[in-house]
């Protein structure tokens, strides 16, 4: 069976990211699926001095997971336009370890945010930039106003949820086993 690794690229306990990560995933018919929080991936902010003291064991250890895995569901969370902080940071370690960081596996590309925006700036950089660190980005998907958009677990705005399914559905016809 195919194994997807689900996450947000977000540290925060109650991350509407990993929420809507969570959702999509659980939306897979046919793909065994881990969720993973980045909180258990803490490690020193990247600098070259900090790598020559040697890489930090979550570091390898986020980037070990990588490999178990034959595609990624990633909903990235924004934060002034960006990444945040922490996936930068792993993002930066994981790609001292291994360039092609997605491994030229399928990646399901997500951003949600409370905004009416729902974090598309980040969405637009990783989309730009992925590919050239391994990503087959199948699709992209964000979701806008959060809080009105998403309750119990769920999308609860019936065009939305639509377009999510069908994302969902074309992203697992391309996973490579
Ligand atoms: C420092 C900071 C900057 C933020 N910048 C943005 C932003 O540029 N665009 C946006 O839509 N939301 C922004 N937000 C709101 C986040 O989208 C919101 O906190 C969201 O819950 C983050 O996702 P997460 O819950 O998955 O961590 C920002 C929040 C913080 C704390």
């Not at 409370?114 to 990503?135: H, I, K, S, Y």
């Amino acid at each position: 069976m195919k194994k997807i690794l689900a996450f947000a690229g977000s540290t925060s306990s109650t991350s509407i990211n990993k929420q809507l990560a969570t959702f999509a995933a659980e939306n897979l018919k046919n793909t065994y699926f881990d969720v993973i929080d980045l909180r258990d991936f803490s490690m020193p902010v990247y600098s070259s001095d900090e790598e020559q003291n040697g890489f930090p064991e979550n570091a390898i250890k986020f980037n070990a997971l990588l490999n178990n895995y034959d595609g990624f569901i990633l909903s990235l969370a924004e934060h002034n336009g960006s990444y945040t902080a922490a996936f930068k940071n792993i993002f930066d370690w994981s790609s001292r370890l291994e360039v092609n960081v997605f491994r030229e596996k399928a990646l399901l590309l997500m951003a949600t945010s409370p905004g009416a925006m729902g974090g598309r700036f980040v969405l637009a950089a990783a989309e730009q930039r992925f590919p050239r660190q391994g990503a087959k980005t199948i699709t992209t998907f964000s979701l806008p106003s959060f809080y009105d958009n998403f309750k119990e677990g769920k999308i609860v705005n019936d065009d939305l949820l639509s377009t999510l399914k069908t994302k969902v559905v074309e992203f697992e016809n391309n996973v490579n086993q």
